[in-house]
T-cell receptor
Framework: AQKVTQAQTEISVVEKEDVTLDCVYE???????LFWYKQPPSGELVFLIRRNSFDEQNEISGRYSWNFQKSTSSFNFTITASQVVDSAVYFC????????????FGTGTRLLVSP | DSGVTQTPKHLITATGQRVTLRCSPRSGDLSVYWYQQSLDQGLQFLIQYYNGEERAKGNILERFSAQQFPDLHSELNLSSLELGDSALYFCASNPSGLDSYGYTFGSGTRLTVV
């Protein structure tokens, strides 16, 4: 069975600090896909990134970066120079390539960025 | 705006009642998914429809049902509501039903059962 663990329930930082959100996953599939979604206070789920299991290159998008390490089954998300608008709940999710699997989410990490 | 439209945004109803949540997928998307987000269970997959046909079922209660219409919009029907059904219900869509591409989510319908 697929499983995603986000051990950090809540993180509080001050604006301009860097912050890393951890994501550890479990799967028996050789091919799988990892995602991050953002849920701001307004409630919608916003897609941030999709990564397949064969692409271990780290990715950077503006202040956001993702570190995928298959050796430790982790897909961590770093926000550089955090801003108040980054305050949200962030979800890591996983889907494998066998059977009729659906997206499985972690429990989310609430990030609070104060001015 | 994700392109996935859910109505209503908020719904307050009494125990024992029945409600219908509506979802319009992104233009051209054939697959619709329903998820429930509750404090104790997190985000749980309920059911998927693809081009009008049920494709997969997750942790959906027998009191809940869904359908997808020819115009591809979907409705989630919740009946005999209990306090524990209070949650945020998300609809998501996907162009082809290939789940590995991920889903585009709507803003959700917040259901409060009193």
């Amino acid at each position: 069975a697929q499983k995603v663990t986000q051990a950090q329930t809540e993180i509080s930082v001050v604006e301009k600090e860097d912050v890393t959100l951890d994501c550890v996953y479990e799967t028996r599939d050789t091919t799988y896909y990892l995602f991050w979604y953002k849920q701001p206070p307004s409630g919608e789920l916003v897609f941030l990134i999709r990564r397949n299991s064969f692409d271990e290159q780290n990715e950077i998008s503006g202040r956001y970066s993702w570190n995928f390490q298959k050796s430790t089954s982790s897909f961590n998300f770093t926000i550089t120079a955090s801003q108040v608008v980054d305050s949200a709940v962030y979800f890591c999710a996983l889907i494998g390539d066998t059977g009729f699997q659906k997206l499985v989410f972690g429990t989310g990490t609430r990030l609070l960025v104060s001015p | 705006d994700s392109g996935v439209t859910q109505t209503p945004k908020h719904l307050i109803t009494a125990t024992g009642q029945r409600v219908t949540l509506r979802c319009s997928p992104r233009s051209g998307d054939l697959s619709v998914y329903w998820y429930q987000q509750s404090l104790d269970q997190g985000l749980q997959f309920l059911i998927q429809y693809y081009n009008g046909e049920e494709r997969a079922k997750g942790n959906i209660l027998e009191r809940f049902s869904a359908q997808q219409f020819p115009d591809l919009h979907s409705e989630l029907n919740l009946s005999s509501l209990e306090l524990g059904d209070s949650a945020l219900y998300f609809c998501a869509s996907n162009p082809s039903g290939l789940d590995s591409y991920g889903y585009t989510f709507g803003s959700g319908t917040r259901l409060t059962v009193v």
